[in-house]
């Protein structure tokens, strides 16, 4: 029957259990979810518990085959594949973080509670594995920039990425904030053709979630494919991530980021938001056409006309802003070779990304939702997993069946959930 010893419900049901609690905003929903949908009467703590253990389970196995993918030798971890993996035409690798809270009960009492409740935020790790097919072109099959990247239609947007505002906004942040773009704005110009998804999520160091998804993408082919990209906001950590993981593949700016960076540079070098939409267009054109450089010398000049900023100058100054973004762009010119991607048919943005990120905290993420260091690493990785494409939850429970012989396993599942 494929019964485990400690099993209380048959395998299928077992399945739907997991499911609805993983896919569900709560365990309550689930429960609620199995009585309306499946007519099963099963608690909330029931489905908690049930997650939990097989939740410990697929990070186990996954660290199995993280091990056996560390001891091979570095070409076949650069292009080698499982025998029986077809590899994806492209294979893009995206990264991000997202937001959820761990409490520790074990916090002393004396800590002010609204310094504790600041402390319960962390960052969970999130990586999307895309599996693409897509054309390759002798010459750039888009040179001209879309309308849809142009101010009327993206201008909203980018505010939003990268906290540029319109006059008199006060934001401190020094990094744009994550921001998808729906995949119908982008659709005029040529781009690769989703084929697959694989979805990694873990609240891990970024050091040990890189090892984590390195071993993933080989698992699914991705080292043996000939047109490999990583596509990023840019952001110190993920491009450490990208040299130290993937530095086979080629790395993309995307370029939604970028063009924040231009947005807010016009605004902060024009009088009003007239010329600086003529401006941003000027810029946005060039960055499409591969021509950071002229918008670097651009900025450097504007940069002389206003003056370096001084040391305790606020975020918002436009001294600064101007200083940011040619910052920003002398760091990432190199990845922001846009013509060139076009030609070889890799994607130019990481919407998919920053869609999964939201994805993943769905389930994760709330003001009231707290989660054990052991739960929420559970949480992470099994709705990563449902989120697949090539339902990796399916293969588990088909082998669960398959090796239950009746017998009691003993062993410790410490080691493979610890923080």
């Given at each position: 029957m494929g019964l485990g010893v400690d099993d209380t419900v048959s395998p299928r049901v077992a399945a739907k259990m997991v499911r609805a609690g993983t896919m569900n905003v709560s365990f309550a929903e689930a429960s609620d979810d199995l009585a309306t949908l499946a007519d099963l009467s099963i608690s909330d703590e029931r489905i908690r518990r049930l997650c939990a253990h097989v939740g410990r389970d697929r990070i186990e196995q996954q660290a199995q085959l993280q091990e056996a993918y560390c001891a091979k030798t570095l070409p076949e971890r650069c292009h080698g594949k499982p025998a029986e993996m077809e590899p994806a035409e492209i294979a893009c690798v995206m990264a991000d973080g997202g937001r959820y809270q761990v409490l520790d009960r074990g916090a002393s009492s004396t800590s002010k509670p609204s310094a504790r409740k600041s402390e319960h935020w962390k960052e969970s790790r999130i990586g999307l594995l895309a599996g693409m097919s897509g054309e390759q072109y002798d010459c750039?099959?888009?040179?001209?920039?879309?309308?849809?990247?142009?101010?009327?239609?993206?201008?909203?947007k980018l505010s939003d990425i990268g906290k540029t505002g319109t006059q008199g906004d006060s934001s401190d942040e020094a990094e744009p904030a994550s921001c998808s773009a729906p995949a119908g704005d982008l659709d005029e110009f040529p781009g690769p053709d989703l084929e697959s998804r694989s979805v990694v999520a873990s609240g891990h160091t970024w050091e040990e979630f890189g090892a984590l998804l390195a071993s993933q993408a080989w698992y699914l082919g991705f080292a043996a494919s000939l047109r490999k990209v990583f596509v990023s906001d840019g952001s110190a950590t993920i491009e450490k991530l990208h040299q130290t993981h993937f530095s086979e593949y080629t790395s993309v700016l995307d370029i939604l980021h970028a063009l924040a960076y231009s947005l807010g540079a016009a605004r902060a070098v024009c009088v009003n938001e007239a010329a600086a939409r003529q401006q941003y267009d000027l810029w946005a054109e060039k960055i499409w056409q591969g021509r950071v450089h002229d918008v670097m010398e651009e900025l450097a000049t504007h940069q002389q006309r206003l003056g370096e900023p001084p040391p305790d100058v606020g975020s918002t100054d436009p001294r600064q802003v101007v200083r940011t973004s040619l910052v920003y762009y002398e760091n990432h010119a190199q990845r922001m070779n846009y013509p060139l991607y076009r030609r070889k048919g890799f994607p130019l943005t990481s919407s998919l990304m920053e869609s999964m990120v939201k994805q993943v905290s769905r389930r994760v993420k709330g003001s009231e939702k707290y989660w054990s260091q052991q739960g929420g690493e559970v949480?992470?990785?099994?709705?990563?997993?449902?989120?697949?494409?090539?339902?990796?939850?399916?293969?588990?429970?088909?082998?669960?069946?398959?090796?239950?012989n009746g017998m009691r396993n003993y062993r410790s599942h410490a080691s493979s959930i610890s923080p």
């Open positions: 750039d099959p888009h040179p001209e920039l879309p309308a849809a990247l142009r101010y009327e239609a993206i201008a909203e949480m992470l990785r099994l709705r990563g997993e449902y989120l697949s494409d090539h339902d990796p939850m399916g293969g588990y429970w088909t082998r669960r069946a398959r090796l239950a």
